[in-house]
């Protein structure tokens, strides 16, 4: 089934790795915001966060164009611990976004970042994918299901940021400024280890996820096939 | 062979729906599955007209679509809509040739001609049943699936059907679920008997 | 015609034929949209002017139209009629269509009588707020039908079709609101063109995969 793999401990001794290198790139490293100070570290982590929240959910959705195309349920697996993976990271994003509001501006929420919006919509959203798949009971059709779901998520994303964009011309939010977004050459280092970083350990939490959903499934056949008949 | 099955089996997460089953049913055969409730008989036949696909093993069906009809537990009818507006919109969907007049020999061999333009929610459950069956013949299929056919139908039902089966088991293949061993029995060549 | 419309015709067209014999949803989603219009008069402050009134015509048509969305797959889920229809010969899509056409029609009918007690009650209407309307009735349409079709498959029906279906409805109420209330609406009539185009073909195409197994 699975091809040539890292095994976990070696994926995880990996992302600690990243991880203790991204800390100390944006902690110790990266420059100091002028204005913001020590809040704007967050920035390090919640965009790459958002990032790869993205990733996540654009994981799903391909696992389920796989499992539509070729009725293999093992997609239908890897693409709802995917977007399970892109919620928990679409839930990081907004818990960041939101610390980072009121370390920058002094609110706990804005409607100014589009980004931060687009992420309301998409847990909204991905909520109701989880909603959905409880409400059915497993088998073929709660795969189908949830793959062309998964599918109609893909495709909000770029339309609701559209959309959002749009929609600030007739809501008038008040506008917090940011500052732009050239990053020196330090930042943009911390940037890419942070990101380096997250993907991992999403990645890794994926496989974790998977594996153990995989164990489950694997325990209930044998239970099956070892019941008297 | 019409209909190749090899190890067939139906689950539905842990549920096991359908034992694995094989069996082979050839052109103008008539297949006849028994069992207790709950042992996969709908299941099998859903299987077969490709209302669901098996979990596991190999299932061949030689007919597309349009040459399949199907009678399940439930009628497969719109209540709101007379019999005539019933038949007249899978007339259309199955692109049947000179459709009006099928839907009339059908209605009168069925002896539903009279209440053709009531409702079905007026009818009584036999003949929704009758009814259920002329949708299924209306396409003249080359392979008919049946779910318990008998049921609620009274003997004027039964005995139509009976001729229907008669006349359509030597030009027609036939897969048959049902209690009434009795009825099918003599056509039947092939038996499969669930657990 | 060819044969996919024909198939779609004679799709929608029973279902025409259906709530016409019943005549449940359609007088329900009048009464209901003239309801909520009322009720929009007393949650409004009074310094409130226009504009959030053409909002709460935005969530008015799309609430109206979750409560027709919840009745479009009945008559199939009855006597297992939707069977029936994937049985059939037809392309799965064209199920579909005709029912995203007819429940259209309902919609329509619904607004004939909205619209005009909106610009009665509140603020009228312009050429591009009704142009919002119609593209954005497209797109409640195609995609209410096919989440209401998922809807139909889960044990808490009723209570899953709306959170399915507002989340996709979020970028239809801004294109609406924004062609009524803005200066460059056909900024937002574009977006809904867009919209339309995108989810149209998204969910013609995946019907046959929630309806099958």
């Known amino acids: 089934m699975s091809v040539k793999r890292v095994p976990v401990s070696a994926a995880a001794a990996g992302v600690v790795g990243l991880m203790a290198a991204a800390l100390v790139m944006v902690f110790f490293v990266a420059p100091e915001d002028a204005d913001q100070g020590i809040s704007q570290k967050i920035f390090y982590f919640h965009v790459p966060i958002a990032l790869t929240a993205y990733a996540c959910f654009g994981t799903g959705a391909w696992k389920a164009l796989r499992l539509l195309s070729t009725r293999d349920e093992r997609y239908d697996l890897e693409s709802y611990t995917a977007v399970h993976q892109g919620t928990i990271f679409g839930a990081l994003t907004l818990l960041t976004g939101s610390i980072w509001a009121k370390a920058s501006w002094g609110v706990w929420w804005t409607w100014s970042s589009n980004q931060l919006v687009l992420f309301l919509v998409l847990f909204l959203f991905y909520c109701a994918y989880f909603m959905l798949r409880f409400s059915l009971e497993p088998g073929p059709r709660r795969a189908r299901l949830s793959a062309v779901y998964a599918l109609f998520g893909v495709a909000l994303i770029p339309v609701s940021f559209l959309a959002i964009r749009l929609a600030n011309d007739f809501i008038h939010p008040t506008v917090f400024t940011r500052h732009g977004a050239q990053m020196t050459h330090t930042m943009f280092a911390a940037f890419c280890v942070s990101w380096a970083a997250l993907l991992a350990l999403a990645h890794l939490m994926y496989r974790i996820e998977l594996l153990g959903k995989r164990i489950d499934a694997n325990l209930r056949d044998l239970r099956e096939a070892l019941t008297p008949v | ?195 | 015609m060819s044969g996919y419309a024909a198939d779609v015709a004679a799709l929608a067209r029973k279902d025409l034929r259906l709530e016409l014999r019943a005549r449940d949803t359609l007088p329900a989603m009048l009464l209901f949209v003239l309801a909520t219009l009322v009720v929009f008069h007393f949650a409004l402050p009074a310094r409130a002017g226009d504009d959030p009134a053409y909002g709460l015509l935005w969530v008015a048509l799309v609430f109206t139209a979750l409560l027709g969305l919840g009745r479009a797959w009945v008559p199939e889920r009855e006597d297992g009629a939707l069977d029936g229809l994937v049985l059939a010969p037809c392309d799965r899509s064209a199920i579909w269509l005709g029912k995203t056409l007819a429940t259209l029609a309902f919609l329509v009918a619904a607004e004939v009588v909205a619209l005009p007690a909106f610009a009665l009650f509140f603020a009228p209407l312009r050429g591009s707020a009704l142009a919002g309307v119609a593209l954005a009735d497209i797109g409640i349409c195609a995609v209410g039908s096919l989440v209401a079709a998922m809807a139909v498959s889960s044990r808490t029906r009723e209570l899953i079709l709306p959170l399915l279906f507002l989340p996709l409805a979020i970028p239809l109420i801004v294109g609406g609101v924004g062609s009524s209330v803005s200066q460059h609406g056909s900024k937002y009539l574009l977006f809904l063109v867009l919209y339309d185009g995108v989810f149209t073909i998204l969910s013609w195409a995946s019907f046959e995969y929630v309806v099958t197994e």
């Not at chain 2, 042992?39 to 490709?50: A, I, M």
């Not at chain 2, 399940?72 to 899978?90: F, K, M, Q, S, W």
């Not at chain 2, 007026?122 to 009758?130: E, L």
């Open chain 2, 1 to 195: 062979m019409l209909i190749r099955a090899r190890e067939v089996e139906k689950r539905y997460g842990p549920v096991r729906a359908l034992r694995a089953v094989s069996f082979e049913v050839a052109e103008r055969g008539c297949l006849l599955v028994t069992g207790p409730n709950g042992s996969g008989k709908t299941t099998l036949l859903r299987l077969v007209c490709g209302l669901a696909a098996p979990t596991r093993g190999m299932l061949e069906v030689g007919v597309d679509r349009s040459q399949l009809g199907f009678v399940g537990h439930e009628p497969l009818v719109y209540r709101d809509l007379t019999a005539l507006e019933n038949l007249d919109l899978y007339g259309r969907l199955y692109r049947v040739p000179e459709r009006r007049e099928r839907i009339g020999m059908l209605l009168e061999r069925f002896g539903l001609w009279d209440v053709r333009n009531q409702r079905v929610s007026a009818y009584s459950r036999g003949m929704t049943q009758r009814l259920a069956i002329c949708r299924s013949l209306l396409h003249d299929p080359r392979l008919l699936i049946l779910d318990e056919p008998y049921t609620a139908l009274d003997d004027e039902g039964a005995a139509v059907l009976d001729r229907e089966l008669d006349a359509l088991a030597r030009e027609r293949t036939l897969v048959v679920a049902t209690h009434d061993v009795g009825r099918i029995g003599p056509l039947a060549e092939t038996r499969l008997a669930l657990a």
